[in-house]
């Protein structure tokens, strides 16, 4: 059963893979949020549920370009983390860090709430069936290839922003020290808001490329909200490359668990996997050893 | 004596009023707000010492489900099956509390862990849809149709508003008891300062895994004793981020400080719902999340003392009237 060449399993690992690209992207944002402001926003799955509604109003109500449409809907996402920010996170900055936790919460309930009120709890879908690749007898879901790459080229897009910017050092300088470098002339405000509008457009990107392979209703949040904050959490919160890390064996856990059992005992196994490692590694997959 | 006879007069009061009044929709909504109120008090004994626990849907779960799958399965009566559950949450609660506890995992982080326990709660319910019914819900097995003490299953809603009221007055007891033990003391010192706690002699993780099985246990109980009255259980109303963060919405909007805080929060959460749901029927599907949600975070930012914490502090801090 465990032979290598087994194609079923090399299918699993394969799907693993493309599926730990979506995860990475969806960890990306709420970490940069968190590396920055220190801040975790609960609600950035319900974020992402709006971009795809936006989606589907755009483009299957509207028929606006996807491509347009997905610009838009980015743009849109990004609009919101800042207000989110703005409204919700910068009265409590000076607060506990738990207040703004459970504030986001209750973003949450409202959020989903005001999505069931506007548009009701039926699935909705593009209407855009991708088609499935057929490489060497394994079945590939070109959705998720495709958000995949866009992970990707997600991740070294904000690598670059972050390395080369002038804006993105000022972001890194913050992360490192938030007493000092307001000394230093950072103006952290405009910092802070113009992260978590960065937060929003990649919780946007998300939206659009999840939105191929999810149906939407306003609790679709919960199906991958949770997930999302482990393996940022296991990463190591802020910590970019370990929640890369996390989200990859996350995936490999769900899919091939998903092989042998149901999808369901997949993500048990994931985080009972995710409370094991807690045991050893508290702060983080990649955390230094003190 | 008489600083007793108010607080005497109002537990005969609340004693009587089922057999006063009879109509029976009332006495419904209080009996689900004293058996929310116990779930609240509950969270509230964790919350108010900075230990924002996100894992109390996994617990009630554990205590609803063990109950009522071990009554329908084994036909083991709830009288003991109440106390394995709770002995299962408190197994739960020191596999997920005592590497947080051990390793100083607080804030976020905490939060976040406790999280995945109501995940992993949730999703075990759906996985073993074969035996818990998934997320279609769960019902234990009717008694003979009718009445056991064996069973704990009731068909008279007096008898349930006394025991929903007897066990709510038992969690205002357990918080009033733990407020005036060193317990108490301890863990304040810890919300302050962990690291000066432990050099003053402050047993960190024992004291903190004190407060967190003893909070773990009375979910359970809270979660079974809910699914003997509701007489069904989904894994959404019992388990996962939803109920943990009601938990945390009813505490934060009553008061987390303040002993009755909580209870207040029950009845103002359920209150809404129920006028909603009265008033504009099924077009209000949804209406009540988003009032709460809206005041969770108005509370947070603007009364984070919370609705009657802020009234008791407002009333101390007045100076006495000049005679």
């Known amino acids: 059963m465990f032979d290598i060449f087994d194609i079923y399993l090399l299918e699993a690992l394969v799907n693993g893979v493309l599926l730990g690209g979506v995860f990475a992207l969806l960890a990306l944002g709420l970490n940069l949020v968190f590396g920055v402001i220190d801040v975790v926003w609960i609600c950035y799955a319900e974020l992402i549920m709006l971009g795809m509604y936006g989606m589907y109003f755009l483009y299957a109500q509207y028929d606006v370009p996807f491509l347009l449409a997905a610009l838009i809907c980015i743009g849109g996402v990004a609009v919101l983390g800042v207000v989110l920010h703005i409204a919700v996170i910068q009265p409590l900055l000076g607060t506990p860090p738990i207040n703004q936790l459970l504030a986001t919460g209750g973003v949450l309930f409202f959020l989903q709430s005001a999505a069931t009120v506007m548009f009701g709890i039926d699935f909705r879908n593009l209407g855009i069936r991708l088609p499935v690749l057929e490489v060497a007898d394994m079945f590939i879901s070109y959705a998720r290839l495709l958000a995949f790459g866009a992970a990707l080229a997600g991740m070294v ?14 972001i890194r300088a913050i992360a490192q020290d938030r007493q000092i470098m307001p000394l230093m002339g950072v103006d952290s405000r405009r910092i802070y808001v113009i992260t978590s509008a960065i937060g929003g457009a990649l919780a946007g990107l998300a939206a659009c490329l999840l939105v191929l392979q999810y149906d939407v209703q306003p609790f679709v949040g919960l199906t991958f909200g949770p997930i999302t904050f482990l393996i940022c959490v296991l990463g190591g919160l802020g910590n970019m490359i370990g929640g890369f890390v996390a989200a990859f ?17 997949g993500y048990v196994f994931a985080f009972g996997f995710f409370v094991v490692l807690m045991f050893f590694r508290p702060q983080g997959l990649l955390a230094r050893r003190s | 004596m008489r600083r007793w006879a108010p607080w005497l007069a109002a537990a005969v009061a609340l004693i009587a009023l089922p057999f006063v009044y009879h109509d029976p929709y009332p006495v419904h909504i209080l009996i689900l707000v004293l058996i929310w109120s116990f779930l609240y008090t509950s ?7 900075g230990l924002v626990s996100l894992g109390h849907g996994g617990f009630m779960g554990i205590g609803a489900y063990v109950t009522a799958l071990l009554w329908n399965y084994l036909h083991v009566s709830p009288w003991i099956g109440i106390p394995l559950a709770m002995l299962a949450a408190a197994v739960a609660a020191v596999l997920i509390g005592y590497p947080c506890f051990r390793f100083r995992i607080t804030g976020h982080y905490f939060a976040l862990l406790t999280l995945a326990l109501s995940a992993i709660v949730l999703q075990v319910i759906t996985a073993t849809r074969d035996f818990t019914g998934g997320s279609l819900g769960y019902t234990p097995e009717r008694y003979d149709g009718g009445s056991s003490i064996y069973a704990v299953q009731f068909l008279g809603k007096q008898t349930w508003y006394l025991i929903a009221l007897g066990i709510w007055g038992v969690a205002l007891l357990i918080r009033y008891r733990v407020e005036r033990s060193m317990l108490r003391y301890a863990l304040e010192a810890i919300a302050e300062d962990e690291d000066a706690a432990a050099a003053a002699g402050v047993h960190v993780t024992a004291e903190k895994l004190k407060i967190t099985v003893l909070s773990a246990m009375m979910t359970a109980f809270a979660g079974a004793l809910y699914c003997q009255y509701q007489m069904f259980i989904s894994p959404d109303t019992v388990s996962g981020i939803g109920v943990s963060l009601q938990m945390v919405f009813a505490a934060v909007v009553g008061g987390l400080y303040v002993p009755l805080g909580p209870t207040v929060g029950a009845a103002i959460t359920i209150l809404l719902t129920e006028t909603l749901r009265i008033s504009f029927g099924t077009a209000a599907v949804g209406w009540d999340n988003l009032v709460y949600g809206t005041l969770l975070v108005l509370f947070i930012i603007f009364l984070p003392q919370g609705l009657l914490g802020s009234v008791l502090a407002a009333l101390t801090r007045r100076p006495a009237p000049a005679r």
């Open chain 1, 157 to 170: 897009a904000l690598y670059l922003f972050l390395a080369r910017s002038y804006t993105g050092a000022a």
């Open chain 1, 249 to 265: 064996l996350f995936a490999e856990i769900i899919s091939v668990s998903g092989l042998y059992l149901d999808l369901e005992w």
């Open chain 2, 43 to 49: 969270w509230s004994m964790m919350g108010r010492f």
